[in-house]
């Protein structure tokens, strides 16, 4: 049976403060680079968290929310989240996305009063505090969980992931996390959590490693692969956006 073929590139924002500083944004211009070798053309842009808007968001067919927390405006990066989670738009957070993502839903959907303990380091019990071992520039085994999308990408035998973070989930609320419909997919040798993701959802998947940091422009980290895949259905199905007033910069469009 014939693939129905893209009326469109796909559009991809790039949801982040960019800078040079962080390693991972340095890392995007190769992964794009890999990725237009390797597919459908895509269309990325960059939108810094204070820039984001959630109906310009909703014309995307993907939202990577990337590192660099903590964020200009957590309510920008937190808004990247929301629209994607409720409009069924493919999402990927890495490292700072992932915890944003945890964020979100534990706001949203567990109706908690969750606080970022980078952000607000005097909340009492933050939803994300600081890890136990920092894992900037750390490598780490990570051990995606059988019958989940990253063991389907992944597969279920341990891996090594760069990370460049310092805080992550509280075990503790990892059970009204999972009670309210988020899937633990991946976690450490010690079991702390490392990949979450939302079932049902085309796409929605949170990594606290940064898959970014391992991809080169001949290589690009299976994760990232398996999220484009998911963006670049979209216009082949006729789900169609606009240009929504962005221009174009090296790298990816800039707003």
Same mark, same amino acid.
């Given at each position: 049976?014939?693939?129905?073929?893209?009326?469109r590139p796909a559009r991809?924002?790039?949801?982040?403060?960019?800078?040079?500083?962080?390693?991972?944004?340095?890392?995007?211009?190769?992964?794009?680079?890999?990725?237009?070798?390797?597919?459908?053309?895509?269309?990325?842009?960059?939108?810094?968290?204070?820039?984001?808007?959630?109906?310009?968001?909703?014309?995307?067919?993907?939202?990577?929310?990337?590192?660099?927390?903590?964020?200009?405006?957590?309510?920008?990066?937190?808004?990247?989240?929301?629209?994607?989670?409720?409009?069924?738009?493919?999402?990927?957070? &890495?490292?700072?996305?992932?915890?944003? @993502?945890?964020?979100? =839903?534990?706001? !949203? $959907?567990?109706?908690?009063? +969750? %606080?970022?303990?980078?952000?607000?380091?005097?909340?009492?019990?933050?939803?994300?505090?600081?890890?136990?071992?920092?894992?900037?520039?750390?490598?780490?085994?990570?051990?995606?969980?059988?019958?989940?999308?990253?063991?389907?990408?992944?597969?279920?035998?341990?891996?090594?992931?760069?990370?460049?973070?310092?805080?992550?989930l509280d075990p503790a609320?990892?059970?009204?996390?999972?009670?309210?419909?988020?899937?633990?997919?991946?976690?450490?040798?010690?079991?702390?959590?490392?990949?979450?993701?939302?079932?049902?959802?085309?796409?929605?998947?949170?990594?606290?490693?940064?898959?970014?940091?391992?991809? &080169?422009?001949?290589?690009?980290?299976? @994760?990232?692969?398996? =999220?484009?895949? !998911? $963006?670049?259905?979209?216009? +082949? %199905?006729?789900?169609?956006?606009?240009?929504?007033?962005?221009?174009?910069?090296?790298?990816?469009?800039?707003?």
């Amino acid at each position: 049976m014939n693939q129905p073929v893209p009326s469109r590139p796909a559009r991809l924002a790039l949801v982040g403060d960019r800078s040079p500083a962080v390693q991972a944004h340095a890392r995007i211009p190769a992964v794009l680079e890999a990725l237009d070798a390797g597919g459908a053309p895509l269309d990325p842009y960059w939108i810094a968290t204070p820039d984001v808007d959630g109906a310009e968001l909703a014309r995307f067919d993907g939202i990577w929310l990337l590192p660099g927390s903590p964020y200009a405006s957590a309510a920008g990066a937190l808004t990247a989240v929301r629209v994607a989670r409720t409009t069924a738009i493919p999402f990927l957070g &890495t490292c700072g996305g992932f915890q944003h @993502l945890v964020l979100e =839903f534990a706001r !949203a $959907v567990c109706g908690l009063d +969750a %606080a970022h303990g980078e952000d607000d380091p005097d909340a009492v019990d933050p939803l994300i505090r600081p890890l136990r071992c920092a894992l900037v520039g750390q490598e780490q085994l990570v051990h995606p969980v059988a019958g989940t999308r990253a063991a389907s990408v992944l597969g279920v035998a341990p891996r090594t992931e760069r990370f460049f973070c310092s805080f992550g989930l509280d075990p503790a609320a990892e059970s009204t996390l999972t009670a309210h419909g988020l899937v633990v997919s991946g976690r450490d040798e010690t079991g702390e959590v490392r990949l979450v993701e939302l079932p049902g959802h085309p796409f929605f998947v949170g990594a606290l490693f940064q898959p970014e940091l391992s991809s &080169t422009r001949t290589w690009v980290h299976p @994760l990232i692969t398996a =999220f484009v895949d !998911a $963006v670049r259905t979209r216009p +082949a %199905a006729g789900t169609m956006g606009t240009d929504a007033g962005l221009s174009r910069s090296a790298g990816g469009r800039q707003r």
